[in-house]
Structure formats: C-alpha cells, structure tokens
C-alpha cells in the first residue's frame, strides 16, 4: 500500500476478471467521498440511466481507516434509481475494515453478472459465484447462506447482500452490511440488484503494517481518551440516539402520523429509556469502533399453546423508531421491533419504508386508495397490518406497490395525495425541526440528515435570515465532506475537529492531506457536486409538499415564504460552486 495513490480493485462482472489498478489523486482527493467521485468521473456514464450495466457501483475507505478508532465508514457510490442521479450512502460494520485488510482503497463493480451471483474479494483472490438459487431470498437467510457457501479466510470478513427489494428495483432499496448496518438510502440495492449481485464479501486477509511511531502510539491514546474517557461519545453508548426522541417531541419537532403532528404524550411509550428498560440485550458495535452505538432489542414469539418462545433481535435507532414508529401510530415498543424487523428481512430503508406507509395509511384515510391497492387494510397505529404491508413493498406483490417502492411521490402523482407526501428530495428523516432543514434536506447531497447541521441551526435559531442560514449550510460542509472522506462515523465528529484530524493524518504519514485540509475539502465538495450535477442535480426541479407548510414547530407555524426563499437561495449557492 502506498500514500501516494490509491489501490483499487476493478471487477468486471460480465467478462469475470479483474485489475488492480494503481491511481492517482490521494493528494487532491484524500479518500472516501472524494476518492467515490473521483472513480465515478472516471469508470461513470452520467448520460445512462441508473441500471445500465456500465454504470460503476463503488466503495471506498479513506486513509484513517484502520489506524484510528472510528474510522469504521465505507462509502457506497452509484446512480440512484430515485432520480437517476450521482449519490452516495454510508455504512459500517465490518465492511471498512475488512476493506483495509484486503489491501484496497475502493472497489469498483463494473458490468453485470449473467446471473444472479455473488462476488467474494481477498487481497489475492477475487470469485464470481451463481447463486441463482437464493432469489427473492430474505437478508437474513441469504446471509446465513453465504457465511456456509463461502469459506471463511483469516481476518475480518465482511458480508453485503440484498434482499428481494433490491432484486426488483426498488429505490428504497438498502444493502445490509453484516448482521446490523446497512448502506440504507437512496437505493443502493436496487443499485447491486440491477448488476445481479446478491451479495459481496470482502475478505480482510491480509495484514498491515501499523506504524510503530512513538507519536502515533500518542496520537492515538489522545484520540481513544477522548472517545472513552470523556462526555463526548456517551449519549451513544448509553442510551443510544434514541435519547432524541423525548427531546424532539418536547420541542415539537418530532414526525407524528405521516406529519400530522409533530408531538403526542404517547411519547411516554417510545423513549430511549423505554425501550433500553424493555427491549435492549446489549450493545454491538462496528470494527474499529471502542463506543458499540448499536442497540439491539428483543421482542419474542411464543410457540402455539407450549411455555417456549423465540427470541428475535432487532437494531433500534432514533430514525427506525421514528419511521416504524410515530411516523406510522405505533407506540408499543415491541411492536416497532417487528415492523423493524420485516423492514431489515425484505433489505428496504426503514426510513423510507415507514415515510412511504404513513402516506399510503393517510391516502386510504381519505378514500384516495383502498385495499385494492394496499392489500391490507392499512390503519395508523396497527403493527400488524404494516409487518404485511412492509412485505408487499419489499416484494412489489403489486402494481401499487412497486409504484410506491419507486418513492412516494411517483404513487401519489398516479393516485393523488402529492401534497401529504413526506418527501424532501428522499422520504423524509425525522426531523421536522424547521424551514432550514426542510430546504437542506430537500436539496441535500444524499438526502441524510447528517448532510448539513441543519437540524441543528433550527433547534437554536428562531430568526428568519436567509443569508445567515445558507451561509451556515455552506460553511459546514466543507468539515463534513472532508470527515467523510477518511471515512469517520459523523457521530464522531467533535472527537476530530480539524486539529486533532491535521495530527491524526500526519502521524499517520499524510503530511500533505495534514497540511492542505482546507482546499482539499473545498475541493472534494467541488467535486462531488459536479458530479452530481453532471448526472441531472436541478434544485429548481424539486419541490416541497405542502404538508411541510403546515408543520408547527417549537417556533410556531413553518414560514413557506421563508422555506422557498431558504431553497432557492441554497440551490442557486450548490449550482454556483459547482460551476467555479
Ligand atoms: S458510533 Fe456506532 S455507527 Fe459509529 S462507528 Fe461506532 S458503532 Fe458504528
């Protein structure tokens, strides 16, 4: 492995065989983000539609991967089948490090298989399999198949695969990493679907040197203090980010009932400390990461008339609870697990998922569509209703359902209802906080809430300053861009301010990235956004519903004048400094 390019392995899913190609750019590009659009540019057809066989599917670490504690991201990069356009998605696990192990900065699939395969990598082996047989296979059971099928070499291993959703082309398609994470917006595994892969699995088997440095032994002990030892990462260990939800709700910015309201008392059944007290085993955490963010709950089925029960464990968070959960009226703890559940069987984007159901319940409230459609009767509230629905979506059982799978918006221009349509760009996230995160998020790079501090900026500010709040957008960026491309978890994000990232990277032999920090960034979100652009970004093309004007929060009601004048302002600002 060399500082100075890249490695990258090149697999041609049609022909079968592979290169490891040697590239250019660390110095200007650093990893991660910037590395993912720099291979879009060059492997990329922005003039193809999202599942054309030549369009690349990409992953990425950055150059912190591996050496400092919670670097544990890998980014995922193709054509989104929600707009066709250039994004990116982020998960954990073990795919980063194995990723590292293996030997390569980035993966690059290029082609599609004849059939539907999976592709296992090694730092010296790259395999090809049929597995047609695993067809409309759920997550869970495909991996289990593939952890027996493929053989487990030394060292980290790191198992992607879909599930039904990503088979038929679902935009809200996720990629499940492991047995917790997931690569889970913008359709990423419609994304690996359309090159008929069912999974990949990186095989960390290689070792790496660690410097022996007597500075990086100190740079690091720094880094792991402040990540242990300190307030900074405990809210994530503890309770977990679902801690939010009581503090949301209290400051009225908390989605209820497709955005009807946004707080109810039925808060009280929902809260980090109910479902810690009632649901949570334990805590798990991505490779590379000392914290462990990742709670898993239980709920339980008991066999017909015998005192045994089944145990399922389910991975809870801040936004599954609210999508599963007050997104849709389901307040019993146990109950979002299982609807969490079927969302992680049929591999769709829990987010996404809930968001598309709460629309499709409301619809049916107001007569627009009826069990012809929905199958089942869909009610706010009942959970077993929307297990089954979670099916159909996953499995598009029918025409409404894969209609609705290609984003809520598409089924509501077919059957009415657009303007209740929790939509910003991507189904929403759950933050119904005010007008400077409705514009960002609607015009956000991959339509995270962690794209911008919007969420944020709203909770503190009341004023209603244009020039202030895009200013904010755009001074911020620039620092996450640049996290996200060594690739740190976001949470982490005031453990590395931009001294403790110019010490990581020096001791870690990347004085240039160290030193020039800020016109890197600059330039990575340059590129990004060219990217973005070349393949069809248009912020006057997307719209925000009107459901999002009649939003109240702890400011009171949402200004549309200021929301439009925020995401013209904000848009005309991506379009500019993509041009420079
Ligand atoms: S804090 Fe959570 S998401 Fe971030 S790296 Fe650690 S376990 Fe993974």
């Known amino acids: 492995m060399s500082r100075d ?28 983000s910037g590395l993912a659009a720099q291979l879009y540019q060059n492997y990329g057809k922005p003039e193809l539609d999202w599942n054309h066989p030549e369009q690349p599917f990409i992953l990425a670490i950055g150059p912190l991967t591996g050496i400092f504690p919670l670097m544990s991201k890998t980014i995922c990069s193709f054509i989104s089948p929600y707009h066709s356009q250039y994004t990116e998605s982020h998960g954990g696990g073990r795919s980063a490090l194995a990723l590292f192990f293996a030997g390569y900065d980035a993966l690059v699939l290029i082609g599609q298989a004849s059939v539907l395969s999976c592709v296992s990598v090694g730092s010296n082996h790259v395999q090809i399999k049929d597995t047609s047989f695993m067809k409309g296979m759920n997550a869970m059971g495909a991996g289990k198949l593939i952890r027996r099928i493929f053989k487990k070499a030394s060292g980290h291993r790191s198992i992607l695969r879909i599930g039904p959703s990503g088979e038929i082309g679902s935009a809200m398609a996720c990629i499940n990493v492991d047995s917790y994470r997931h690569f889970g917006r913008m359709g990423g595994g419609a994304a690996l679907g359309a090159k008929r892969i069912k999974g990949i699995i990186i095989n960390g088997d290689s070792g790496r040197e660690i410097s022996q440095d007597k500075a990086y032994a100190q740079v690091f002990k720094e880094v792991y203090h402040k990540v242990t030892s300190t307030s900074m990462m405990k809210k994530y260990y503890n309770l977990g980010t679902a801690v939010n939800l009581q503090g949301l709700n209290d400051i009225r910015s908390l989605p209820w009932y497709n955005l009807q309201k946004t707080a109810d008392p039925a808060i009280s059944h929902l809260t980090g400390e109910v479902f810690a007290d009632q649901t949570l085993l334990r805590n798990g955490a991505c490779s590379g990461c000392p914290v462990g963010c990742i709670h898993l709950g239980f709920y339980r089925d008991r066999f017909k008339e015998e005192a045994r029960y089944l145990y399922h464990q389910v991975p809870y968070d801040y936004e599954p609870i609210f999508a599963a ?38 619809a049916t409230e107001r007569g627009l569509i009826d069990e012809c459609q929905t199958i089942v009767p869909l009610r706010f509230g009942d959970a077993t209703a929307y297990q089954q629905a979670v099916q159909h979506l996953g499995r598009g059982s029918n025409d409404f359902y894969q209609l609705l799978g290609m984003g809520t918006l598409k089924a509501a221009q077919e059957y009415g209802g657009e303007e209740f349509g929790c939509v910003l760009g991507q189904e929403m996230a759950g933050y119904a906080t005010g007008e400077l995160f409705f514009a960002a998020q609607s015009l956000g790079f991959r339509h995270s809430h962690l794209d911008t501090g919007a969420y944020s900026w709203d909770q503190k500010n009341d004023q209603k300053d244009v020039e202030k709040g895009v200013q904010f957008l755009l001074d911020d960026e620039p620092g996450r861009v640049f996290l996200t491309s060594m690739v740190a978890c976001l949470f ?14 020096a001791v870690a032999g990347y004085e240039n990235l160290a030193q020039n920090r800020t016109e ?22 997307i719209t925000i519903p009107k459901r999002f004007h009649e939003v109240e929060t702890w400011k009171g009601k949402i200004d549309p004048c200021f929301l439009d004048e925020v995401k013209s302002a904000y848009g005309k600002r991506i379009m500019e400094l993509a041009a420079k």
């Open 5 to 32: 390019h890249y490695r990258v392995l090149v697999v041609d899913l049609e022909s079968g065989k592979s290169r490891i190609e040697k590239l250019d750019g660390r110095d200007k590009t650093a990893g991660g």
């Open 325 to 362: 959960g007050t997104m849709l009226g389901v307040t019993n703890c146990f109950d979002v697990l299982r609807v969490l559940e079927e969302l992680e069987l049929v591999s769709l984007d829990a987010m996404s998922g809930g968001v598309a159901l709460a629309w499709a319940t409301e």
């Open 492 to 505: 982490a994000r005031s453990v590395y301010d931009n001294e403790q990232l110019a010490k990581c990277l």
């Open 520 to 541: 890197i960034s600059e330039h990575i979100r340059k590129l990004r956004w060219q990217v973005r652009v070349q393949t069809g970004f248009n912020p006057d093309e």
